[in-house]
């Protein structure tokens, strides 16, 4: 009997993680920088290609600088924000690779923000921010 309960259960768990949604933070064109949540979904099987920009020897203080607690003012974060990613946009709204999820990862660890603060905060448009159409170079973020 106790068998027949735990197999109905992994089922159960089974169905509600496979019908869960899942949510994008990129965009489809190269020019604006999306941050918003999406209705894309992925499958388990779908894998995403390394990132080309090593997120991880970037320097964040651009944004930790300006985007401090309590009140993150909306202004200044997501001005510190474009700074810090517009020279990536090709890359964080390239869907094939782990680029966003990567970037915010590392900006969440260094500056301890809400879950989806830029998502909520920094917009310009239906697409997320709108970054100028020749970033600066990208070695401008390189830490020392």
């Known amino acids: 009997m106790e068998r027949i309960w735990v197999s109905s259960y992994f089922a159960i768990l089974l169905v509600l993680l ?3 949604p899942t ?19 992925r499958h388990l099987l779908q894998a995403k290609k390394a990132c080309p920009v090593q997120f ?10 300006q985007c401090k607690a309590p009140k993150y003012p909306a202004n200044r974060c997501c ?33 301890k923000y809400p879950p989806g603060l830029f998502a909520s905060e920094c917009r310009e448009g239906e697409k ?3 970054c100028p159409k020749s970033p600066p170079s990208a070695n401008t973020n390189i830490a020392n």
Request: overall charge neutral; proline content about 1%; aromatic content about 14%.
């Open 18 to 20: 496979a019908s869960s």
């Open 23 to 41: 949510f994008s933070t990129s965009s489809s064109d190269g020019v604006s920088l999306s941050t918003s949540l999406g209705s894309t979904s």
């Open 56 to 65: 991880q020897f970037l320097n964040y203080t651009i944004i930790t600088s």
């Open 79 to 111: 001005a510190a924000f474009k700074k810090f990613a517009c020279p990536y946009a090709k890359e964080i709204n390239d869907f094939t690779t782990d680029c966003a999820s990567v970037m915010f990862s590392y900006i969440n660890l260094y500056g």
């Open 128 to 130: 997320g921010l709108k």
